[in-house]
């Protein structure tokens, strides 16, 4: 479709997408090249590029924004950040205000222009288009985009699932707006679900996504429905069968739950626009930018393979050396608070096999560490991965997110889960230094953990 200079969306690739306007671009999520999550995520569609986007971006002439939903680096890719900051002039990062004030700080220190958004306030960015973004749980936020009288809500990867959270989005969106045009969701699942074996969780999982997508329509109601950010493999030798159950956009294009609003569902494929200096009547046009790339993504959904990546093996002693500072730091910043639930028997150590060694490390906040030859194991995996999941505040996340590990059972993961879920706290500076955050953290999981004590007892 033919644009003028301003007034449009531009997809870039998997969460990214622009809106440019007549003075200013704002881009959001921009990862277009590399892996992600410690080489354990690649993108389906290739064509994008840091340079060819920083280069479109410099042609424009105008000022440019980014905005950043959250740190995952699926989302947050530095090489992105630090080679547009050197390559344009007038650009500033819009990023949530957080506690652990992370990502301001690493702004700061590479003194890169920023806005810390406060929830809900409007950043006006020219005259006519303006940002509000709200932060959600786990670290993520959302934004809504106000352009002319178009209204673009994106929720990338905020988890929105039940009706009460769908209720809460909406009340908020409603003191700026009634409508809204576009809104920008989710589509696949982006973490690790059972072994290979367990294909009946990773199916539940897929449904439930396209569940969400349904209630998200139902409280939301936007004319319009984009699902993104999922269009990626996961792509190591590890975690490759992760793909085997995922939603494709031709599954959720073809879902018996979403059949009442398939009309409004529209997928977009690198470098498609949508112009938004018009009204949204065309659908048939939009409905054919669809189809389009619904086969271009079923054609590298399918042929997608795993990448033979090279494997460091790091010593036991090393690793036995990393693990020994994260288990006192943790203990430090938590007042030994995990040490005293080993002891109650609410977590319990964990034993973790290391493919490459051949060797079994037992974890314990009240026991040293130690190396097995002969034990039962929760956890095995290969000593890079261990390795990243310790030396970096991010280790266990980005691990739980790339599924570059097996569980011998469920009850294994939910124990490796609990024990190491202080790193994730740690991570959002959640510790006795902020005892309210922590106290309200504590209260959310203590059912989870009581759980876990009847599930271990049983």
């Known amino acids: 479709m033919l644009l003028d200079q301003d007034g449009k969306l531009k997809f870039i690739n998997h969460a990214c997408y622009y809106i440019e306007s007549n003075k200013t671009i704002l881009i959001s999520d921009p990862w277009l090249e590399g892996l992600a999550f410690n080489n354990g995520w690649e993108l389906l569609d290739k064509s994008s590029s840091n340079k060819n986007t920083i280069k479109e971006l410099i042609k424009s002439g105008k000022k440019i924004y980014i905005w950043y939903s959250h740190e995952h680096s699926d989302h947050f890719s530095i090489s992105f950040l630090i080679e547009s900051f050197k390559a344009i002039k007038n650009l500033t990062v819009i990023f949530q205000s957080t506690l652990d004030k992370r990502v301001i700080n690493y702004l700061n220190s590479k003194k890169i222009p920023f806005i810390e958004a406060d929830d809900g306030n409007e950043i006006v960015l020219d005259s006519q288009l303006s940002i509000y973004i709200w932060s959600h749980k786990n670290g993520d936020s959302y934004s809504l985009i106000t352009f002319k009288k178009f209204r673009i809500l994106n929720l990338n990867d905020c988890i929105v699932n039940t009706k009460r959270e769908a209720i809460n989005i909406s009340t908020k969106i409603s003191k700026i707006t009634k409508n809204i045009d576009f809104l920008f969701t989710q589509f696949g699942y982006a973490n690790w679900l059972g072994n290979l074996e367990h294909k009946e969780i990773r199916s539940k999982a897929a449904q439930e996504k396209i569940i969400r997508i349904l209630l998200q329509n139902n409280y939301l109601i936007p004319k319009i429905i984009i699902p993104f ?133 037992c974890f314990s906040y009240i026991g040293n560490i130690k190396t097995l030859k002969e034990e039962s194991w929760d956890i095995k995996i290969n000593s890079e991965v261990l390795y990243h999941s310790l030396k970096y505040e991010y280790g266990f996340n980005t691990l739980k997110v790339n599924g ?55």
Not at 258 to 267: A, D, E, Q
Not at 423 to 442: A, C, G, V
């Open 229 to 361: 950010a999922s269009f990626i493999s996961f792509c190591s030798e590890e975690n490759f069968y992760l793909n085997e159950q995922q939603n494709t956009p031709k599954i959720v294009k073809n879902s018996f739950l979403l059949k009442t609003i398939i009309n409004k569902i529209i997928f977009l494929k690198p470098d498609d626009f949508i112009n938004l200096n018009n009204d949204l009547d065309d659908l048939k046009t939009l409905e054919l930018l669809s189809q389009n790339a619904i086969c271009h993504w079923e054609k590298l959904f399918t042929s997608a393979k795993p990448l033979s990546l090279n494997i460091n093996l790091i010593e036991c002693d090393v690793l036995k050396k990393e693990s020994k500072k994260f288990l006192k730091k943790v203990n430090k910043n938590f007042l030994f608070l995990p040490a005293c639930l080993e002891f109650f028997k609410i977590i319990r150590p964990v034993y973790i096999f290391l493919n490459d060694l051949n060797e079994i490390i």
């Open 404 to 458: 570059k590990f097996k569980a011998k059972t469920m009850h294994s993961y939910k124990n490796f889960v609990y024990f190491f879920y202080f790193q994730d706290l740690l991570k959002e500076n959640i510790t006795f230094k902020n005892p309210i955050y922590l106290l309200k953290k504590i209260m959310q999981v203590s059912i989870i953990f009581i759980k876990n004590i009847v599930s271990f007892r049983i």
